[in-house]
DNA sequence: CTGAAAGCGCTTACAG
DNA sequence: CTGAAAGCGCTTACAG
């Protein structure tokens, strides 16, 4: 073994173990000088404390865990989105990212997760609620932070789109590019994220002064080919804008747009919502105007949550981020 | 703290705790009488062992790491898809599962992975090599194992999917369907894969005793985009059926068909591979025929390779894996 | 500002 | 088949 340990460390600096330790983690208390020797032994002896040790002794992990349905992660480019968006978070924090697939955790392992030590706080994608071993975890001693919002409970620390007003806004821009028939597709309404976007594109009539024709309202379940029959739809119903509920959507009712000559956004101007979608490369010519979800920011807000949560202070309730509209070629009518 | 330790099971059973350790563990050399009374108070109590301690004083983590581009993960499926097989296996595996976004890691970074004892190996996606830092974990000596294949080193544990015989397998398909002009969008020739596949195209125009018009032979990046535009070319130039390097290009080169009112697969026959974007959902109407990745198998052998290795086995070179095809709609032609 | 000592919860030879 | 003991590599009050 060449495994360097921090006896090794203090040893040759002549120092304590425990004025060693001080040193490699920045904790005061430490003349100057002799900080400077040990951490420059320290780093001469190329010394890496031993996470495992470390974790025992302190009772942190410094590794949070992200829980997310692999269907999200598979199916839907939000799912990989969040997921990296984490992942910078927790490197940004210092912290180990630990996966757990909603589907492949079985049921007693929920117990393995709370008190095996590995992590020390779990964020979760609220779409990974419903399962019942994931609503347990909310009410466990782990520390956790949604990203999303759980549709009843207003008690927990959670992340979130502010998704009314940002939806009101890109149905508000479809009125500016002068559609007068807007129809929308919204997510399953079931789900919360996708009644506020509704809510939002009722918002945006209502302050237009404008009804909303409800035969234009149609549901879908936030995948494509939903929003395919639901643009044909639509544009047998006359529309001129579509608001989707996602980008995947979205991407849905471009594709049902192009396959029957209909013209974007000429025709119909097509807002989506995420931003995982925009970008030439995903549906041909045109890019996508969408709300554009703020991972970054939502991932680091999480994580800095549960950190704080982590070392004892109180969860704070839900905290919601203002996305941004980015205007591409789907909507942007040349005047 | 209600935290239930080893000692606390051993002290109720009226055993050692090496004994209740040997119990926990399922190792041999403990009375059955004895083995049992232990498991049901270990039980009974809800012992969870805790992993940092287990972890120190084995020198094993029962945790491994993924190594994946971050924007593998985010724009193309193949990642995600990549990233949720190897969460199933490594939990069939009783491992936990942590990320290391390729970009994320900083450099020093690596020796922290290498030597903080939180993972016991590294499953390493192909697409990442380039890096200098993951270059580096390749001969460093923490266990590793490759998805995907080395451009040079043959050395290196890896498994692969087996890209030369299937991709040929789809270009005879196309045959059988009575394409008479067949052409291909291929993956950036820098990469194995991509040359590969393109082998295979190659060999079963030799096997059908065809020669290949190499104006039908274009490259792309294995995005949507380049795609788009290639099949257009190929389209104009008189193609009856395209051979896409993965899905994403796949649906880049139906998205153009569709847009120029090219019946799939009446006018153009298309079969992609990877078989991330199949299903309805994807693409419109039509079902991407695709050379379908055996993921799972993949992701086991990987995981089964890597604990090999882990456990002090020698490293087996590369492993192949044959991937199947899957008809769908967009290559099928009713005759 | 510094160090000696106990302890985190487990595993693992080594004796019996 | 079973147990006493040492040890994994760190942190953290507690004294000085």
Redesign the pocket.
């Known amino acids: ?1 060449d ?1 360097i ?3 090794d460390v203090a040893k040759l600096s ?6 060693a ?2 040193v ?2 920045d904790q ?4 100057p000088d ?2 400077e020797r040990v951490q420059r032994i320290a780093d001469h002896l190329g ?4 996470r495992a ?2 974790n ?3 009772g ?1 992990a410094s590794v949070i865990g992200l829980v997310i349905p692999s269907e999200e992660l598979r199916v839907d480019p939000y799912g990989a989105s969040i997921t990296h968006a984490v992942g910078r978070a927790a490197t940004r924090h210092d912290l180990g990212l630990m996966l757990h697939l909603a589907e492949e955790v079985p049921g007693r392992t929920v117990h393995h997760i709370l008190r095996d030590g590995l992590i020390d706080g779990l964020v979760i994608s609220s779409v990974a609620l419903g399962r019942p071993w994931v609503d347990e975890l909310l009410d466990s001693s782990l520390p956790t932070v949604l990203i999303g919002r759980h549709p009843r409970r207003t008690d927990l620390a959670s992340v979130d789109v502010e998704n009314v007003d940002s939806s009101a806004s890109a149905t508000a821009h479809l009125f500016d590019q002068g559609c007068e028939r807007v129809g929308t597709i919204t997510g399953p309404l079931g789900r919360v994220d996708a009644r506020q976007r509704l809510d939002g594109f009722r918002l945006a009539h209502e302050r237009a002064g404008r009804v909303v024709d409800e035969t234009l309202v149609v549901e879908g379940d936030f995948r494509r080919g939903s929003a395919v029959e639901a643009a044909r739809l639509l544009i047998g119903r006359g529309v001129d804008g579509i608001v989707a509920g996602n980008d995947e959507m979205a991407i849905g009712a471009m594709w049902a747009c192009t396959a029957l000559g209909v013209s974007i956004p000429g025709d119909v101007a097509i807002v989506g919502f995420d931003g995982t979608g925009s970008g030439l490369d995903t549906h041909g010519d045109v890019t996508l105007s969408s709300v554009v979800q703020p991972f970054d920011r939502l991932a680091d807000t999480a994580v800095s949550m549960l950190n704080a949560i982590v070392e004892g202070h109180q969860a704070t309730g839900p905290v919601s981020i203002p996305p941004d509209l980015v205007v591409g070629g789907s909507s942007l009518r040349r005047t």
């Open positions: 073994m495994t340990t921090l006896d002549g120092v304590s173990r425990s004025t330790s001080r490699i983690n005061p208390g430490v003349r002799v900080r010394f890496r404390p031993n040790a470390k025992l002794a302190s942190r």
